[in-house]
């Protein structure tokens, strides 16, 4: 897949701020307060209906991306996994999540073989078309198909979102941020949240 150097899906706000200088404590983009990426309504590798609220009380890092996809994606879910191991202990409160963009041929048994070769304990899931869009749109990513010459790709954005345990977005990472700034942040987020609570 091609990623696009503005990140087309993020809003005009969060471009702004992800080519900005970090603005805070963070490296990645502060997204305290936001009001979107509240929504999601999918199925996980069985065929189970899953939601935000599977995974409240644990910090997600979520991305969207497909199995045929080259090269974006499986760096992407290497690199959660560093940064899962990175954090040390605090890394069993943070679940690793995928979305298929290309449910057309990411079935679950497909889905499972493949995000299986990173960790046995992430969470991949689909949906069918409409529902692919809703959850999409509710995270402002964008992603089309793009004839190749064999088959097409799925030209989307790439961004990892990390969700608080109330199912909040807190930070997005660009594709190209070490994975050691990320688990920096995600460690610094943790300590905030506990400072508050």
Do not use: W
Request: charged share 20%; glycine share 8%; hydrophobic share 40%.
């Amino acid at each position: 897949m091609s990623v696009r150097p503005a990140i087309l899906a993020l809003s005009a706000l969060l471009l702004a701020a992800c080519s900005a200088p970090p603005a805070g404590p963070f490296t990645g983009t502060d997204l305290s307060g936001v009001v979107y990426g509240r929504s999601l309504d999918l199925q996980d590798t069985d065929g189970q209906p899953r939601g935000l609220a599977d995974f409240r009380g644990r910090y997600v890092l979520l991305s969207f991306g497909y199995t045929h996809c080259p090269e974006v994606c499986p760096t992407s879910l290497l690199k959660a996994t560093q940064v899962k191991r990175a954090l040390g202990e605090a890394g069993e409160q943070l679940q690793i999540v995928f979305v298929t963009v290309d449910p057309a041929r990411d079935t679950g048994e497909i889905l499972a073989e493949y995000v299986g070769a990173f960790g046995d304990d992430i969470v991949a899931l689909r949906g069918d078309d409409m529902q692919t869009r809703l959850t999409a749109q509710a995270f402002r990513v964008t992603y089309r198909q793009v004839p190749t010459s064999s088959s097409y790709a799925m030209d989307h954005t790439m961004v990892n979102y990390l969700i608080d345990p109330r199912g909040h977005l807190r930070l997005a990472f660009q594709y190209d941020q070490p994975a050691d700034t990320m688990a920096e942040d995600i460690r610094l987020a943790m300590t905030m949240a506990q400072a508050r609570s």
